[in-house]
């Protein structure tokens, strides 16, 4: 392995304009797919295997033409102070309103609120359907410009006018004042760090180019492959993160060479040979994590965990391959690591006085490993106490903000109509095998009523062909209660008593039952998943390290990182801590997918800085340290660097947390603390108590299984005998070997 992205990477640096127009070409290719591509539709959402969703598929066969994908809205009404809804001026104003909605050209229909009986038990609050022959995301501007205006002249008149429903949805938008910001403190990062403006430029250029062509090639098939904009984001997100790091670890190890003497077309190939290798299998920890979220049969998810997956990818052929041809256009404007600025670049770089913070840092653990090892778990296992009370559940208006009009209406139903009503029940009985099916849904609806929490059931509505029955039930409590859950529960219990008696099946559907089987779903697959991605990685990790110990302990490490994690997400979003600081305004349920998304992106971020610090511990071992020396050694040459790589990881993840989505928020705010939790409790503190706490046995392999393993040499092993007076003139023979690698 190192051998080979030796000669790879200098042969970028001699080729270096091939490679160069080879990237810019591929960008040009994706960006002119994206702007030609045909804008992405309204993205699917399916759960293939649980009840809601047979239950849907079902409506849409026994009720064609239902359009059961077009987007709602609901127009709510409520009168002044003292006043009715139904009083005669009220009640024109609101048949004025209706008549408005009803003339637009993607509605379908609008159903008047006192036709449709949807006037409040006190008069105060009513509401008007609007149904739309197109999903949310498909509605065209002026037909969300005539929702939003439709009340206005009801507002004027003194009525309370908000508007809840899908209809008004659009593309998520991070915030790209957060995203500017995060470059921005990465870009100061880098500069510290490689020194100068040139060497720090690089690995922001080849992100930038990196994120162009991942998230372009999303775009162009986001129509085609049905991707959303939460695609994009998370794609973006991750490649930055990753692009940058990658190339920070290459052009931080090109300086190390270049302090060394060696030529510069030679420290690019042993930087590309030792950092590139632990890029490679670091980025393979990353795409097995996001590859790997296929396993939980979400199709969303699986696209998601994919579309950043071959961004990552894309991150770590960049790195392996621009980044060298960069630094041959750089030339001597990127100095030697320790050198100082107008010093000659060539010959051997000034030695430090005395060790640096990494080495002294790691001397102190070395010399108390229990103390710290002891404080870092325990610290650890405080912050994951709040995800003891992890509440899980999808967001809906009623975790919007309260300055939104969604969220407004919200509150306004619930005032009116009970805090169930926001979460209906849609209750599908499939009586085509019942000898009598309106008697088998009449069993169902005095079933149903005979249950807890219940505030309405409607009586049943059948299908031209008579043969499929829609029931819906209004719960007595909130969508995300755990009343609301047990009732879901109940009448599936009540469902399996019915067929019995009736030859009827009774499903389940309606957003609330649907986010009930995704949250259930996703904590089913939690373990699996977990056993999948940690194992392979284990056994990457085994082929990397040549050991059994290390690979077990970065596995320990991660699951400390991503239960506090947890904690810390539970802590500000469902309990409200620090919430006001960081924008949160409405808590609630913890997102479904964020445990098992979490798990997925963190372990794969966690062995990142696993890879890439372990990797020069286990170079010096290899090449005669003891294994304390080994620790300190590959703090001194790494220790830096993978701070400023969390760092500049936390300062991209902590972007997206200024994003109006709740998601993306708290997908951000997750990503960044964990990023902290693992690169500085974790791999800098624990990891060198535990390897100095082991000392040998840490790099124990059993003989039979170091025989069968593959020898991948990311240590750079290989690279020792080569000749550096050889590759100071160049090799003409070099780029024919690369051919034949």
Do not use: C
């Not at 295997?49 to 009720?63: P, V, Y």
């Not at 048949?95 to 229909?109: I, Q």
């Not at 947390?657 to 693992?678: N, T």
């Amino acid at each position: 392995m190192a051998t080979f992205l030796y000669k790879l990477g200098r042969f970028a640096f001699r080729r270096r304009h091939v490679v160069a127009l080879l990237w810019v070409a591929l960008l040009t290719l994706a960006g002119v797919g994206a702007a030609s591509a045909p804008a992405a539709g309204s993205t699917s959402f399916s759960i293939p295997g649980t009840e809601a969703q047979k239950a849907f598929d079902l409506l849409e066969q026994r009720f064609p033409g239902a359009n059961a994908d077009g987007a709602t809205a609901r127009v709510v009404f409520k009168a002044p102070e003292g006043e009715k809804i139904s009083d005669a001026g009220n009640k024109a104003t609101v048949a004025k309103t209706v008549k408005e909605l009803a003339d637009g050209s993607e509605v379908t229909s609008v159903a008047d609120p006192f036709q449709a009986h949807a006037v409040s038990k006190d008069g105060t609050i009513a509401y008007a359907s609007v149904r739309y022959d197109k999903p949310g995301m498909e509605l065209e501007d002026a037909s969300r410009d005539a929702l939003k205006d439709a009340g206005k002249d009801a507002q004027k008149a003194g009525l309370t006018v908000e508007i809840g429903g899908d209809a008004l949805q659009a593309g998520a938008e991070p915030g790209a004042i957060g995203e500017v910001v995060g470059l921005a403190l990465a870009a100061v990062v880098l500069v510290i760090t490689l020194g100068s403006l040139v060497a720090a430029g690089l690995p922001l250029l080849t992100a930038i180019i990196g994120v162009g062509i991942g998230v372009s090639t999303i775009t162009a098939l986001a129509n085609a492959l049905d991707l959303g904009d939460t695609t994009s984001t998370l794609a973006l997100m991750i490649g930055l993160a990753v692009g940058i790091d990658y190339a920070l670890f290459i052009v931080s190890r090109y300086r190390t060479e270049l302090a060394e003497g060696r030529s510069r077309e030679e420290a690019v190939g042993r930087a590309t040979g030792t950092a590139g290798s632990a890029v490679v299998f670091a980025g393979l920890t990353v795409v097995i994590a996001l590859a790997g979220l296929a396993v939980v049969n979400v199709p969303m998810l699986t696209k998601m965990g994919l579309a950043a997956a071959g961004t990552v990818v894309v991150a770590v052929l960049i790195a392996l391959t621009m980044i060298p041809a960069l630094l041959g256009y750089a030339g001597k404007r990127i100095k030697a690591a320790g050198e100082k600025r107008g010093k000659r670049d060539e010959g051997t770089a000034e030695k430090p006085a005395k060790p640096g913070l990494g080495a002294r840092w790691a001397s102190f653990v070395i010399r108390r490993p229990a103390a710290v090892l002891l404080l870092g778990v325990v610290g650890l296992g405080t912050v994951a106490v709040p995800a003891t009370q992890l509440e899980l559940g999808l967001p809906d208006d009623g975790s919007q903000p309260t300055s939104t009009t969604q969220r407004r209406a919200y509150d306004v139903l619930s005032e009116g109509f009970g805090p169930g009503f926001n979460g209906p029940l849609m209750i599908v009985v499939d009586a085509k095998s019942s000898d009598d099916p309106k008697a088998a849904a009449n069993q169902v609806t005095d079933r149903i009523k005979g249950l807890a929490d219940v505030a309405t059931v409607t009586p049943a509505m059948f299908n031209k062909a008579g043969d499929t029955a829609t029931i819906t039930v209004v719960p007595g409590s909130k969508p995300s209660s755990t009343q609301t859950e047990d009732l879901v529960h109940a009448i599936r219990d009540k469902g399996a008593d019915i067929k019995a008696d009736t030859d009827a099946k009774v499903l389940v559907t309606g957003t609330t039952a649907m986010n009930i089987d995704f949250s259930q779903k996703l904590t089913d697959a939690l373990i699996p998943y977990l056993a999948l991605v940690v194992g392979l990685a284990f056994l990457l990790l085994i082929v990397v390290f040549r050991s059994i110990l290390v690979p077990l302990k970065a596995a320990l490490g991660f699951l400390l990182s991503v239960l506090a994690a947890l904690g810390a997400v539970v802590a500000v979003f469902q309990w409200g801590w620090l919430g006001g600081l960081l924008g949160v305004e409405e808590t609630g349920p913890i997102m479904s997918m964020m445990p098992i998304f979490m798990v997925g992106v963190v372990f794969g971020l966690a062995m990142d800085y696993e890879v890439f610090l372990v990797t020069r511990m286990r170079e010096a071992y290899v090449h005669g340290e003891s294994p304390s020396q080994a620790v300190v050694t590959g703090f001194r040459h790494s220790a830096r660097v993978v701070a400023a790589a969390a760092i500049i990881m936390m300062a991209v993840f902590g972007g997206f947390i200024s994003s109006s989505e709740s998601m993306i928020k708290m997908i951000g705010f997750g990503l960044a603390v964990a990023v902290f939790f693992d690169a500085f409790v974790v791999r800098m503190a624990i990891v060198p108590a535990v390897l100095a706490l082991l000392g040998k046995k840490a790099w124990w392999l059993p003989k039979w299984l170091d025989r069968a393993l593959p020898n991948v040499d990311v240590e750079g092993e290989g690279l020792k005998d080569l000749s550096d007076a050889k590759d100071k003139d160049g090799d003409p023979d070099e780029d024919r070997e690369l051919v034949r690698v």
